[in-house]
């Protein structure tokens, strides 16, 4: 240790303070990149590349190219008109029903273009299953409900258990396993929103897509709903497009934040990535302005 | 904007934060001056002040939980709560030193004076030129003036050390200055202090504007 007096400090940092450069000085940490749409490094079930939908002369949405990882909940928010549901519809192939609807690009899903001309819609539509805003069971049992679409593509097994197995898988067993001959509308609206999942579950898919599927449910209903869809990752890939950022953020893991020019009209992918980045650190000031609540 | 209410609470909560800084820098000043004049009155009102404080830290936590759990804030308004409340927790244990170096003042008041410790007061206005600068770069949203401030840490410690050895020696060489001596060591001690919690508030500006945590510089002490 060097001799010290209080007469004549001999500061050595002082010194190495200016012989650093200003590069030196402030670069110790790596600003991120700039980058707005990071794809999961995971597999991909669909890899979309410049996917684009019109209706009729209306270009809904437009170069849309992003993956969605298996296993994972990918999230798709936005403003009303961005696009989101249409673009959810194009992964398996809803938008066909629409009349004068048609789209450009390719939808690849486990690396196979689901628009191939000899890939069959209801094939697509039964490994890649849908649930919608509103509950929709069928006027049946609760039993019927989940056994129908089974038994319409030729799921083979013991339907008992398929059906048991179904409603396990959806949460809603316990709760209505003395009452499977009741009818599906007699359930509450998160029950007939779980039994319409279970219907989902029933076919055997590989995606679920889920197209805000707690707006018309009660609080608690919804965070049912939210644990299932976090539950059901073991098994299945979820897209899910929701108008409730919260719900995003609470249970997906991939978000992508969609805008358009103006309602209905070209809505674009502004930005992709992990949940966790997209509401904690947005790149695109757009994305910032939406999750915040300053859009507009 | 679409969040007029949220706004204003959010530009309230950085106020008071800012409002505390102001309290704090006066209160590391006013302590060293204490410490200097001898003036047991000011020590005193140092002591008494440090509560305000302390309330003021506590009243932007409250404001921050209720902001978290009512506004569901995310993105940079999610980052600036958390910043605001690692912040006040800085300045509130700031001025806890503040209190600290106050309360030698008072024990100093009556004892014979030491042989000045010029580098003491150096380091005080080094301690305090980085909170300053802190507080000023939070404002500006400023990374680069963070990263550079947080390099005066090092001057700090090696001050520190000089004002550690040379008291170690004043001790030796005459044992009846070891008390005094000892309290002047905690005056220093709660400057170097000072200068590490600077550093934390630096750390936070770049993690608001960043979004990530970086350890700026790693204290000796």
């Known amino acids: ?296 | 904007m679409t969040r007029a209410v949220f706004e204003r609470q959010l530009a309230e909560v950085q106020e008071d934060m800012l409002v505390m800084a102001s309290m704090v820098e006066g209160a590391v000043n006013q302590s060293m001056e204490a410490l200097r004049l001898r003036d047991v009155a000011q020590a005193r009102r140092i002591i008494e002040n440090d509560v305000n404080i302390n309330k003021r830290r506590f009243d932007c936590e409250d404001k921050c939980i209720e902001l978290i759990s009512l506004q569901a804030p995310l993105a940079s308004d999610l980052r600036t709560l958390i910043s605001v409340l690692h912040i006040t927790t800085d300045l509130e244990r700031m001025g806890d030193h503040a209190e600290g170096i106050a309360r030698i003042a008072l024990m100093l008041a009556d004892e014979p004076p030491l042989k000045p410790v010029p580098d003491l007061s150096r380091m005080a206005a080094l301690a305090v030129e980085m909170l300053h600068g802190a507080v000023e770069a939070y404002k500006e949203r400023d990374t680069q003036r963070a990263r550079e401030i947080v390099l005066k840490d090092d001057i700090v410690d090696e001050l520190y050390e000089q004002i550690y050895h040379e008291l170690i020696m004043t001790m030796v060489s005459d044992p009846a200055t070891i008390q005094r001596g000892t309290y002047l060591i905690w005056v220093a001690h709660n400057l170097e202090r000072i200068a590490d919690r600077a550093t934390n508030i630096c750390e936070r500006v770049v993690y608001l504007v960043e979004g990530r945590v970086y350890d700026l510089n790693v204290s000796k002490y």
Request: aromatic share 6%; charged share 25%.
């Open chain 1, 1 to 296: 240790m060097r001799q010290l007096t209080s007469e004549s400090p001999t500061i050595d940092a002082e010194d190495k303070l200016a012989r650093m450069s200003i590069e030196q000085q402030i670069g110790r940490a790596v600003q991120p990149a700039a980058d707005a749409i990071r794809n999961p490094p995971e597999e991909a079930v669909f890899r979309l590349h410049d996917v684009g939908v019109w209706y009729g002369n209306k270009h809904a949405i437009s170069e849309i190219t992003l993956d969605i990882p298996l296993k994972r909940v990918t999230a798709l928010i936005g403003p009303s008109g961005c696009g989101k549901s249409t673009l959810l519809r194009c992964l398996n192939r809803m938008n066909d029903l629409i009349p004068g609807a048609r789209i450009e690009g390719s939808v690849e899903y486990h690396g196979a273009n689901i628009y191939d001309r000899t890939v069959d819609p209801v094939e697509v539509r039964r490994r890649i299953g849908m649930v919608f805003q509103k509950p929709n069971p069928f006027p049946k049992s609760i039993y019927d409900n989940v056994a129908f679409g089974a038994r319409v593509n030729g799921i083979k097994g013991n339907m008992d258990d398929i059906v048991e197995r179904s409603l396990r898988q959806a949460a809603i067993w316990e709760e209505v396993k003395n009452d499977l001959k009741k009818s599906g509308l007699a359930l509450s609206g998160g029950q007939q929103q779980r039994l319409c999942i279970a219907r989902a579950l029933a076919v055997q898919p590989d995606v679920i897509l889920m197209d805000e599927p707690c707006s018309a449910l009660d609080p608690i209903a919804t965070l049912k709903i939210e644990d299932l869809i976090r539950e059901l990752t073991r098994e299945y890939t979820i897209v899910i497009v929701t108008h409730n950022m919260q719900q995003a953020a609470r249970v997906s893991d991939y978000t992508a934040f969609m805008l358009a020019a103006e309602h209905g009209v070209n809505g674009q992918l502004v930005e992709y990535g992990a949940t966790t980045e997209i509401f904690t650190q947005p790149r695109d000031k757009r994305t910032e302005d939406y999750i915040t609540g300053r859009f507009g």
